[in-house]
């Protein structure tokens, strides 16, 4: 499975962006990660592919929102109220346990950097 993130960019604090990732095929789980400089990197949303289950962690939660359009293989997240902490290069990922371990994901896109300015 091959993924291609695109939709980061700069940003003054908060304002919004969207993210997308395609794929091209199906696994179990969609999730977006994150990584700041000098920090691990961070889980940030999943998604299943049926869309029924997602997961935030209480730093995006009520701020971001992660949709999966299946006919189109892609993922996007909506950040919305961004805030200069969520700078960072975000990674989507694939994977075939619903889990918020960066270990578990099999696949991996190659990150889009998102800047958020004060």
């Known amino acids: 499975v091959q993924l291609q993130a695109s939709g980061g960019g700069l940003v003054q604090a908060g304002g919004s962006l969207r993210l997308s990732c395609a794929a091209s095929?199906?696994?179990?789980?969609m999730a977006w990660f994150r990584q700041a400089p000098g920090k691990e990197r961070e889980f940030v949303v999943l998604?299943?592919?049926?869309?029924?289950?997602?997961d935030y962690p209480d730093s995006v939660k009520g701020r971001f929102t992660i949709s999966i359009d299946n006919a189109k293989n892609t993922v996007y997240l909506q950040m919305d109220s961004l805030k200069p902490e969520d700078t960072a290069v975000y990674y989507c990922?694939?994977?075939?346990?619903?889990?918020?371990?960066?270990?578990?994901?099999?696949?991996w896109g190659q990150g889009t950097q998102v800047t958020v300015s004060s």
């Open positions: 095929g199906r696994t179990v789980v």
């Open positions: 990922a694939a994977g075939y346990q619903i889990t918020r371990a960066a270990p578990a994901y099999a696949y």
């Open positions: 998604i299943n592919w049926t869309g029924g289950y997602t």
